[in-house]
């Protein structure tokens, strides 16, 4: 099947919403799996609602999802000689018609048909005029068959059956000049060579109408594939109020390509009961026969979980390099590679996004903290107070503040003076230094925090240490 060539053709009317990205998937995933070719096509004929800076979203969501394309990006924008080419074609050869009815007729017809309960179609009156001026305002309408059936040989959902007479005469040309969707889909997918048309079975309706036209025109049907939607977890289809939905707000998020990437190919196939794919194996075992029937639920803790799994996974240097524009964002200076390599390692069993590493790595970069209030209670109890006191003492008189040096002071305070397990002082003066329960090594963490800042903190636990006693 290599000669197997499939597409994906946004409209850039917004950003790349994860419904059309698992879409760019499914057609990239083939085209690959059966060594083909994947097209890409900005379908950009709305000239009111497209713009280049959706189209930029769209192909930069692309390339950051893995998704590198073969040929393209074409835009529909530059082919309209094409279109009309074909327009004046079948109107040559009877196939089209003009129709100069006034929208507001065909309106008002339209109405009347549904409050009679007929279909709302248009009712035919220019089918077999010819005196329509061209020269004046006029639509261009596909003179439908209007008998006998058309069939959608689907590769997922079977042949489906449409009745020709709840067909309409389609407008494939407007007013304004502009071909429509329908229309310039059908002579894309057939001048490009497309073989096989995967996407969201929302576009099944439209297939009918659009097999019409490939016969009309005399080109091969391509084979279609309409794979189910992708629903929210109220089970109503994944929109705006049920949160991100764009590729762009899940990598804003904190959220790793491969993460999505894997995720959006298990919404709607599977393979066993295997859920962690890197793209090569999704590549080698991709095909139609695993994607589902129904449609799926959109689970946002699945999405946390394989995002957490390809963070612990994911090589030091890399993971820097991603953290760090989180950390820039909140306005922290990052350029000591070595103290983000440590920072890693200590919060990436404990993050599940990107965003998450910028929160817990706060007490290092900035001088003021706010303890947790139930760290406090727990370990900054008034017992610890002399402890605290004699620890800080200690750390003031060292004369190199590195790992080594903090640690034989600690453990003559802790151990020689006060006679304690390290982890009866270790967690208090962690809780004192970082605000929270979870740092790297405390010895480290002290260096990471700066001599000022760490004698600062310590300072400040010992009076909420001293207060509790004195409460």
């Not at 706010?370 to 750390?395: G, S």
Request: glycine letters at 8%; proline letters at 5%; one cysteine or more.
């Amino acid at each position: 099947m290599s000669g197997v060539r499939t597409r994906f053709a946004p409209s850039p009317t917004g950003h790349l919403h994860v419904g059309g990205a698992r879409t760019a998937l499914f057609n990239f995933l083939y085209a690959r799996h059966h060594g083909g070719t994947f097209v890409l096509r900005i379908e950009d004929t709305d000239r009111e609602r497209s713009t280049d800076e959706s189209t930029r979203a769209i192909l930069e969501s692309m390339r950051w999802l893995g998704l590198d394309w073969d040929e393209g990006p074409y835009f529909q924008s530059q082919r309209t000689g094409l279109y009309l080419e074909h327009v004046e074609r079948l109107l040559k050869e009877g196939k089209a018609y003009r129709c100069d009815c006034p929208p507001e007729v065909v309106e008002a017809k339209r109405q009347k048909a549904l409050i009679e309960g007929r279909k709302p179609k248009y009712d035919g009156t220019c089918r077999a005029r010819t005196d329509v001026d061209p020269s004046k305002p006029h639509v261009v309408r596909f003179k439908a068959p209007q008998t006998g059936t058309t069939v959608v040989p689907d590769l997922l959902k079977g042949e489906v059956v449409y009745d020709n007479e709840e067909l309409d005469d389609l407008v494939i040309l407007r007013t304004d000049g502009s071909p429509t969707y329908n229309f310039v889909v059908v002579v894309d997918d057939a001048l490009m060579g497309i073989t096989h048309v995967i996407r969201g079975d929302d576009h099944l309706n439209n297939t009918p109408r659009q097999i019409q036209l490939y016969q009309a025109l005399g080109y091969p049907l391509p084979r279609f594939a309409h794979v189910p939607m992708i629903l929210g977890p109220d089970k109503k289809r994944l929109s705006k109020r049920h949160g991100a939905t764009s590729v762009e707000a899940y990598r804003d998020a904190g959220f790793l390509p491969e993460a999505l990437v894997n995720f959006l190919a298990r919404l709607g196939w599977s393979h066993g009961d295997q859920e962690i794919f890197s793209l090569q194996e999704l590549i080698d075992l991709f095909d139609l026969d695993g994607v589902g029937r129904s449609a799926s639920v959109f689970n946002e803790d699945k999405l946390l979980w394989l995002n957490a799994h390809y963070i612990k996974e994911c090589p030091q240097d890399r993971l820097v390099d991603l953290v760090r524009p989180f950390l820039e964002r909140k306005g922290y200076d990052t350029a000591d590679r070595g103290k983000l390599a440590v920072l890693v390692e200590a919060f990436r069993p404990r993050c599940k996004t990107l965003a998450e590493f910028a929160e817990k790595a706060t007490p290092y970069f900035v001088r003021e903290i706010e303890v947790d209030p139930a760290a406090a209670k727990k370990h900054l109890k008034a017992a610890i107070a002399p402890v605290l006191a004699d620890l800080l003492e200690a750390f003031r008189a060292v004369e190199r503040w590195d790992v080594a040096s903090l640690e034989r002071a600690f453990l003559d305070v802790v151990e020689g003076k006060h006679a304690l397990k390290i982890g009866k002082a270790a967690q208090p003066l962690r809780v004192a230094v970082t605000g929270t329960t979870v740092s790297p090594g405390i010895f480290e963490t002290l260096v990471l925090v700066g001599r000022e800042w760490a004698l600062e903190r310590i300072e400040r636990a010992l009076e909420m240490a001293r207060a509790r006693a004195a409460g």
